[in-house]
């Protein structure tokens, strides 16, 4: 086999910038999915050597970004954008043992211990018989203590069964199964990592699912073990943790059909199918805003994921029951939102990763009340987009998930119907009128309402910006001295008397 065929077209571009004396290795998931055809962002090489020096080195060369990820173990990892926005991550690890293949023997499941020499791409390595393991669509572990050696390898082999539609044979199943206690003694990042990458499927609830009936969903986000069992007073019918997870099935659901249009699986869904007739035309915008990376190559879609399953969190926490018996969760999605920030935090999220996550989830229920509106004004528009920033965009389609997930079999059409309404007119702000609607170009600076108006610097000129750009989109003023009057009058009668920080008039 040619060198193009070997060997990924990333890989290729390593090699004027090795050094020949140290051998290494192209291994694991990234040979399966290469000579399976498939697409990955994700490369694994081993090195009989300094793998540190040598990641550091390659990323110097190629302009990519650098961190250790597990020192102990001689891993790093490298981080290269190719085009904006698309990155790929190549983890560079010491040989674990003294020769390639017992390395390979000592790797996670035997789909994943193979090789390629990086020095003769004809070197095939495949010393645990995984190719016919593929051929059979078995996950097996390469020896009896591998998930135990190494227990995040049972959310990959999670991720690896629903990716790739795999039956996991009985003893892999089992130290998977046992798996629960030792994850939580692995690092921060890996599970993170793992966990980003389940969510990363085209529709991660099956592996969500897979981990709850493994017992290890509730070891990785800890925060929805107090939501088991807590009912819901109608129309919901599912409890919280059934609700949440039936949220990241419709959700999956909802994006496949909103940005294909079509799925010979739902196609049948006259639900989903209005949502393609209503939403459809944002469909391009939509895959664009989701597929933007944060940090380090992970989504917004994988942070949409993310979010749906902390959206209800907090419900255990604020739940109360009324005279009448009534049980209600009166401001749950600020304390989700809490909960899901902390977890990021934990596992090492960025900061932007954080805020987004905490916006997600904090504004996810505020559709829902402009839906309780006669009509959606162009305020409310404004000061939805004004709180939920970026994080609008998931909010709104977390909102229709969330709708999705309340209801079985189906939802009242009518109900259904007003809510995708709602999402169309904040959806189309945001992409077909944002200059009028979100962020309008400004009528006065505030050094200009300073020195007019005779006014000291401070919050109350940011206040007063805040009033004339809300007038503004609502079409109240037009030019700067309409503004200049609006902001005389405001000073007259009280800013006391403006809401600034509702979603309604």
Same mark, same amino acid.
């Given at each position: 086999m040619s060198l193009p065929s070997r060997l990924p077209e990333t890989v290729i571009k390593l090699l004027p910038y090795l050094d020949r004396d140290t051998p290494v290795w192209l291994v694991g998931g990234g040979v399966r999915d290469h000579l399976l055809g498939r697409h990955t962002v994700d490369l694994d090489f081993a /090195?009989?050597?300094?793998?540190?020096?040598?990641?550091?080195?390659?990323?110097?060369? !190629?302009?990519? @970004? =650098? =961190?250790? $990820?597990?020192?102990?173990?001689?891993?790093?990892? /490298?981080?290269? *954008?190719?085009?904006?926005?698309?990155?790929? %991550?190549?983890? +560079?690890?010491?040989?674990?043992?003294?020769?390639?293949?017992?390395?390979?023997?000592?790797?996670? +499941?035997?789909?994943?211990?193979? #090789?390629?020499?990086?020095?003769?791409?004809?070197?095939? $390595?495949?010393?645990?018989?995984?190719?016919?393991?593929?051929?059979?669509?078995?996950?097996? &572990?390469?020896?009896?203590? #591998?998930?135990?050696?190494?227990?995040?390898?049972? $959310?990959? #082999?999670?991720?690896?069964?629903?990716?790739?539609?795999?039956?996991?044979?009985?003893? &892999? !199943?089992?130290?998977?199964?046992?798996?629960?206690?030792?994850?939580?003694?692995?690092?921060?990042?890996? /599970?993170?990592? *793992?966990?980003?990458?389940? !969510?990363?499927?085209?529709?991660?609830?099956?592996?969500?699912?897979?981990?709850? @009936?493994?017992?290890? !969903? $509730?070891?990785?986000?800890? *925060?929805?073990?107090?939501?088991?069992?807590? *009912?819901?007073?109608?129309? @919901?019918? =599912?409890?919280?943790?059934? @609700? %949440?997870?039936?949220?990241?099935d419709r959700l999956g659901d909802l994006l496949v059909v909103l940005e294909t249009g079509y799925d010979p699986e739902i196609a049948s869904d006259l639900i989903l199918a209005h949502a393609a007739q209503r939403l459809g035309r944002f469909s391009e915008q939509l895959s664009t805003h989701l597929d933007y990376t944060l940090s380090y190559g992970r989504r917004v879609r994988q942070l949409l994921f993310f979010a749906s399953l902390y959206h209800d969190a907090g419900k255990s926490i604020v739940r109360a029951i009324s005279p009448n018996g009534q049980t209600y969760f009166q401001g749950y999605e600020e304390i989700s939102a809490e909960l899901i920030e902390s977890r990021a935090v934990a596992l090492r999220m960025s900061n932007s990763e954080v805020r987004r996550l905490g916006q997600i989830v904090r504004h996810h229920v505020r559709p829902v009340i402009l839906e309780r509106s006669p009509t959606v004004t162009l305020r409310a528009i404004y000061r939805f987009y004004r709180q939920a920033g970026e994080a609008g965009v998931e909010a709104i389609l977390l909102s229709l998930a969330d709708f999705l997930g309340t209801y079985a079999p189906l939802a009242h059409q009518n109900a259904w119907e007003s809510r995708v309404e709602v999402a169309s007119t904040l959806l189309e702000a945001f992409f077909e009128a944002r200059e009028e609607r979100i962020d309008p170009p400004p009528l006065l600076r505030g050094d200009e309402l300073i020195q007019t108006m005779g006014l000291t610097s401070g919050p109350k000129i940011g206040q007063l910006l805040e009033i004339i750009r809300e007038a503004q989109v609502a079409g109240e003023v037009t030019s700067p001295a309409e503004a200049l009057a609006l902001a005389r009058r405001v000073i007259a009668e009280g800013l006391e008397g403006y809401n600034l920080s509702g979603v309604d008039d």
């Amino acid at each position: 086999m040619s060198l193009p065929s070997r060997l990924p077209e990333t890989v290729i571009k390593l090699l004027p910038y090795l050094d020949r004396d140290t051998p290494v290795w192209l291994v694991g998931g990234g040979v399966r999915d290469h000579l399976l055809g498939r697409h990955t962002v994700d490369l694994d090489f081993a /090195v009989d050597g300094d793998a540190l020096r040598l990641a550091r080195h390659l990323a110097d060369r !190629l302009g990519g @970004h =650098y =961190y250790d $990820l597990d020192k102990e173990r001689g891993t790093g990892r /490298v981080i290269l *954008e190719e085009e904006p926005g698309q990155c790929k %991550t190549l983890d +560079f690890a010491r040989l674990r043992g003294p020769d390639i293949n017992s390395d390979l023997r000592a790797r996670d +499941f035997t789909i994943n211990a193979f #090789a390629i020499s990086l020095r003769d791409p004809e070197q095939w $390595l495949d010393p645990t018989g995984g190719s016919d393991d593929l051929k059979q669509k078995i996950l097996r &572990t390469c020896s009896p203590n #591998a998930v135990a050696d190494d227990p995040v390898r049972a $959310l990959r #082999a999670v991720r690896l069964t629903t990716e790739l539609d795999l039956r996991m044979e009985p003893e &892999t !199943l089992r130290q998977v199964q046992q798996a629960g206690p030792g994850l939580t003694r692995v690092s921060p990042e890996r /599970v993170r990592d *793992e966990v980003l990458r389940i !969510l990363d499927a085209r529709r991660p609830g099956r592996g969500l699912h897979l981990l709850a @009936h493994l017992s290890l !969903l $509730l070891v990785v986000f800890p *925060e929805l073990t107090d939501i088991e069992g807590i *009912e819901q007073p109608p129309p @919901h019918v =599912y409890n919280v943790l059934e @609700h %949440t997870l039936a949220v990241v099935d419709r959700l999956g659901d909802l994006l496949v059909v909103l940005e294909t249009g079509y799925d010979p699986e739902i196609a049948s869904d006259l639900i989903l199918a209005h949502a393609a007739q209503r939403l459809g035309r944002f469909s391009e915008q939509l895959s664009t805003h989701l597929d933007y990376t944060l940090s380090y190559g992970r989504r917004v879609r994988q942070l949409l994921f993310f979010a749906s399953l902390y959206h209800d969190a907090g419900k255990s926490i604020v739940r109360a029951i009324s005279p009448n018996g009534q049980t209600y969760f009166q401001g749950y999605e600020e304390i989700s939102a809490e909960l899901i920030e902390s977890r990021a935090v934990a596992l090492r999220m960025s900061n932007s990763e954080v805020r987004r996550l905490g916006q997600i989830v904090r504004h996810h229920v505020r559709p829902v009340i402009l839906e309780r509106s006669p009509t959606v004004t162009l305020r409310a528009i404004y000061r939805f987009y004004r709180q939920a920033g970026e994080a609008g965009v998931e909010a709104i389609l977390l909102s229709l998930a969330d709708f999705l997930g309340t209801y079985a079999p189906l939802a009242h059409q009518n109900a259904w119907e007003s809510r995708v309404e709602v999402a169309s007119t904040l959806l189309e702000a945001f992409f077909e009128a944002r200059e009028e609607r979100i962020d309008p170009p400004p009528l006065l600076r505030g050094d200009e309402l300073i020195q007019t108006m005779g006014l000291t610097s401070g919050p109350k000129i940011g206040q007063l910006l805040e009033i004339i750009r809300e007038a503004q989109v609502a079409g109240e003023v037009t030019s700067p001295a309409e503004a200049l009057a609006l902001a005389r009058r405001v000073i007259a009668e009280g800013l006391e008397g403006y809401n600034l920080s509702g979603v309604d008039d």
